[in-house]
């Protein structure tokens, strides 16, 4: 897909066309900054040519390397021509349009990003040696995808602070392959580890991270400077071999921009981070790879704020609930306080504040467009600018045939459904609204109001919070 060209006034209207200021790529659509990334502008081979700006001078190709049909080749030239006819009138749009089936993988090989199948003999050892060597890899969990760097690295972490455009005050989650290797990292009284060894053994391997005081071996990197730190152990089997493989814990966040919808797929990861300067290997296939959960995990910090005295406080929702917490610490006889989390609430900048937990800023997993909370309460909505609905159990039902497009997370209600793809509708919401963008037009995405079906129901509650906060709270 051709990322969306921003419209052009008069005043930007190029004398020449070799003054263009972007390079659009056909086959790996790619947008970039001629001057910044060095790369040829499309206006300056000849307009018949649908080449490819990455360097392919020598033939056309998808993004398998098969040759690029005829068919293709064509609406390739048309696309190009039409926007450069645009951009000279001083209107450029062009559209996330498919040109070759696989131009997210072409992308990978020519940037920053370097792809690698699953499905490779030796991929994740390959992957392993990456990490050890202090390199950053992107790879599959069982919520969603991670950048994943070695704990005794601080060049690697600063990487991924550096890649993903991330504040040092949100902290990083570790990844461990076996309960007995989060002991390298938390530091815990007697209380504090029954605690702790109780959720483990109820929700490991699985999405529940546990925050407790954090080793003085641990990077400040890693905890903010909290002096806390957070570790999980995915049941992914891609995420336990390569951590195994790799003989240390991981450090891994999201593996998107920060702040952006998080990625379940590893074209969402080499679309997020293709642009930025950071080496990256990517450890995934075409398909979902088993992020089923497709939420972050739940976060739980193990507080003691009174020799003996455990409070169990949730910093952030997720798929392990509060009540099986609670379930968790009865079974066992553990008298333990739990505390539940909260719906978003406003915060500062993350550059102001050190952060409990990721997930906590009032505006995450937010897509590119604006966003806004829609309350099938008040559905008078009336608006001449083109909208995108992302729908729960037909909330929005009603907004359907005057939406560009539409998408219900579950027909059925279904709050599993509907975590499991969320994030991959946020970003089919954030394209559908750039591909209806128009010069004078500015697209917007409408989620539904959950507040009330969310009572009683922990996951949809979940679920919910990443709604919220992906529209910044804002209502119409």
């Not at 954090?214 to 806390?228: I, P, R």
């Not at 045939?401 to 579950?410: G, I, K, N």
């Not at 010069?439 to 129901?457: H, K, Q, Y």
């Given at each position: 897909?051709l990322?969306v060209?921003?419209?052009?006034g008069?005043s930007?209207?190029?004398s020449?066309l070799?003054?263009?200021p972007?390079?659009?790529?056909?086959l790996?659509s790619?947008?970039?900054?001629?001057?910044?990334?060095?790369?040829?502008?499309?206006a300056?081979?000849?307009?018949?040519?649908p080449r490819c700006c990455?360097?392919?001078?020598?033939?056309n190709?998808d993004g398998?390397?098969?040759?690029?049909?005829?068919?293709?080749?064509m609406?390739?030239?048309?696309?190009?021509?039409?926007?450069l006819?645009?951009m000279v009138t001083?209107?450029l749009?062009v559209?996330?349009?498919?040109?070759?089936?696989h131009?997210?993988?072409?992308l990978?090989r020519?940037?920053a990003v370097?792809?690698v199948d699953?499905?490779?003999?030796?991929s994740?050892d390959?992957?392993a040696?990456?990490l050890r060597r202090g390199g950053?890899?992107?790879?599959?969990?069982?919520?969603?995808?991670g950048l994943?760097?070695?704990i005794?690295?601080e060049s690697?972490l600063?990487?991924?602070?550096?890649?993903?455009?991330?504040?040092?005050?949100?902290p990083?989650i570790v990844?461990?392959a076996?309960?007995?290797d989060?002991?390298?990292?938390?530091d815990?009284s007697p209380?504090?580890?029954?605690?702790f060894q109780c959720?483990?053994r109820?929700?490991?391997?699985?999405?529940l991270?546990?925050v407790a005081k954090?080793?003085s071996?641990?990077?400040?990197?890693?905890?903010?400077?909290?002096?806390?730190?957070?570790v999980?152990?995915p049941?992914?089997?891609?995420a336990?071999?390569?951590i195994?493989?790799?003989g240390s814990?991981?450090?891994a966040?999201s593996?998107?921009r920060?702040?952006h919808?998080s990625p379940?797929r590893?074209e969402h990861?080499v679309r997020d981070?293709?642009?930025q300067p950071?080496p990256?290997?990517?450890?995934?296939?075409?398909?979902?790879t088993?992020?089923?959960?497709?939420?972050?995990?739940?976060?739980?910090r193990?507080e003691e704020?009174?020799?003996g005295s455990i409070?169990?406080r949730?910093?952030?929702?997720?798929?392990v609930t509060e009540s099986?917490?609670?379930?968790c610490?009865?079974a066992?006889?553990?008298?333990?306080d739990v505390?539940?989390?909260q719906v978003?609430?406003?915060?500062v900048?993350?550059a102001?504040?050190?952060q409990?937990s990721p997930?906590?800023?009032l505006?995450?997993y937010?897509?590119?467009v604006?966003?806004f909370?829609?309350?099938?309460r008040?559905l008078?909505?009336?608006?001449?600018?083109p909208?995108?609905v992302?729908?729960f159990?037909g909330?929005?039902?009603?907004?359907?045939a005057?939406a560009t497009?539409?998408?219900d997370?579950?027909?059925a209600g279904?709050p599993?459904?509907a975590?499991?793809?969320?994030f991959?509708a946020?970003?089919?919401?954030?394209d559908?609204?750039v591909?209806?963008?128009r010069p004078?037009?500015?697209?917007c995405?409408?989620?539904?109001d959950?507040v009330?079906?969310?009572?009683?129901?922990e996951?949809?509650?979940?679920?919910?919070?990443?709604?919220?906060?992906?529209a910044?709270g804002?209502?119409?």
């Amino acid at each position: 897909p051709l990322a969306v060209v921003q419209p052009s006034g008069p005043s930007a209207r190029a004398s020449a066309l070799d003054t263009f200021p972007l390079s659009l790529c056909l086959l790996c659509s790619r947008r970039s900054d001629a001057s910044r990334r060095g790369l040829p502008c499309l206006a300056s081979p000849p307009l018949s040519l649908p080449r490819c700006c990455c360097g392919d001078e020598d033939k056309n190709t998808d993004g398998d390397g098969t040759p690029l049909r005829r068919g293709e080749a064509m609406l390739a030239s048309a696309v190009l021509r039409l926007a450069l006819l645009s951009m000279v009138t001083g209107f450029l749009t062009v559209h996330r349009s498919i040109v070759g089936g696989h131009g997210w993988r072409h992308l990978a090989r020519r940037s920053a990003v370097r792809f690698v199948d699953i499905g490779e003999h030796q991929s994740v050892d390959a992957a392993a040696e990456v990490l050890r060597r202090g390199g950053l890899v992107a790879f599959p969990t069982e919520t969603v995808y991670g950048l994943g760097a070695c704990i005794h690295s601080e060049s690697a972490l600063a990487s991924v602070f550096e890649a993903k455009g991330r504040p040092r005050t949100d902290p990083l989650i570790v990844h461990v392959a076996a309960h007995e290797d989060a002991e390298q990292v938390v530091d815990l009284s007697p209380a504090a580890r029954r605690a702790f060894q109780c959720l483990a053994r109820d929700a490991w391997p699985g999405p529940l991270t546990l925050v407790a005081k954090a080793k003085s071996s641990v990077s400040e990197l890693v905890t903010a400077g909290s002096g806390a730190v957070g570790v999980r152990m995915p049941s992914h089997r891609v995420a336990q071999a390569l951590i195994r493989a790799v003989g240390s814990p991981v450090a891994a966040p999201s593996a998107n921009r920060f702040g952006h919808v998080s990625p379940t797929r590893a074209e969402h990861v080499v679309r997020d981070l293709a642009n930025q300067p950071v080496p990256v290997t990517v450890l995934g296939d075409d398909t979902n790879t088993g992020c089923d959960v497709g939420i972050e995990s739940t976060v739980l910090r193990i507080e003691e704020p009174h020799p003996g005295s455990i409070v169990a406080r949730v910093l952030r929702a997720g798929a392990v609930t509060e009540s099986r917490i609670r379930t968790c610490f009865e079974a066992a006889g553990l008298s333990v306080d739990v505390v539940g989390a909260q719906v978003a609430v406003p915060r500062v900048s993350p550059a102001d504040e050190v952060q409990a937990s990721p997930g906590q800023l009032l505006k995450h997993y937010a897509p590119e467009v604006d966003t806004f909370i829609a309350s099938e309460r008040r559905l008078s909505f009336k608006s001449s600018r083109p909208f995108i609905v992302l729908d729960f159990h037909g909330h929005l039902a009603s907004l359907k045939a005057s939406a560009t497009a539409y998408q219900d997370l579950s027909p059925a209600g279904n709050p599993a459904e509907a975590s499991a793809g969320l994030f991959s509708a946020l970003r089919w919401a954030e394209d559908s609204a750039v591909n209806a963008a128009r010069p004078d037009e500015s697209p917007c995405i409408l989620v539904p109001d959950l507040v009330d079906a969310a009572e009683g129901d922990e996951l949809l509650a979940a679920v919910w919070d990443r709604l919220f906060r992906s529209a910044s709270g804002r209502r119409l």
